[in-house]
């Protein structure tokens, strides 16, 4: 059974850092790439950054400097280190994997990804 499964969310003050985890099971994470999307109530899902298979990695615009996603193939495990977070990070924050082009992994097109966890919610106040 093939499965993506978020933890590590929580409340946070602005300015604070939290770090998400996502473990994968029934699939080598390792082969894949994988991503973090959020989506905020009343907004579109939207891509937040992607590790390739190769350890390369991709950030949306709001998170570059902010985040870094890293990922333990040992664990079959990703993560996303948070700092600096804003009110406007608030979000649920999904897992994705998929075999996907490279112009897809660049344009962190949610399209294309396959497989998803279930979220993990992050609350800035």
């Known amino acids: 059974h093939v499965q993506l499964v978020e933890s590590g969310g929580g409340s946070v003050p602005a300015g604070g850092s939290l770090r998400i985890s996502c473990t994968a099971s029934g699939l080598t994470s390792s082969r894949y790439c994988m991503g973090w999307f959020r989506q905020a109530p009343g907004k579109e899902r939207e891509g937040v950054a992607a590790i390739d298979s190769d350890g390369s990695t991709t950030y949306a615009d709001s998170a570059k400097g902010r985040f870094t996603i890293s990922k333990d193939n040992a664990k079959n495990t990703l993560y996303l280190q948070m700092n600096g977070l804003k009110p406007e990070d608030t979000a649920m924050y999904y897992c994705?994997?998929?075999?996907?082009?490279?112009?897809?992994?660049?344009?962190?097109?949610?399209?294309?990804?396959?497989?998803w966890g279930q979220g993990t919610q992050v609350t800035v106040s």
């Open positions: 994705a994997a998929g075999s996907i082009s490279y112009n897809e992994y660049k344009r962190l097109d949610r399209r294309a990804f396959r497989l």
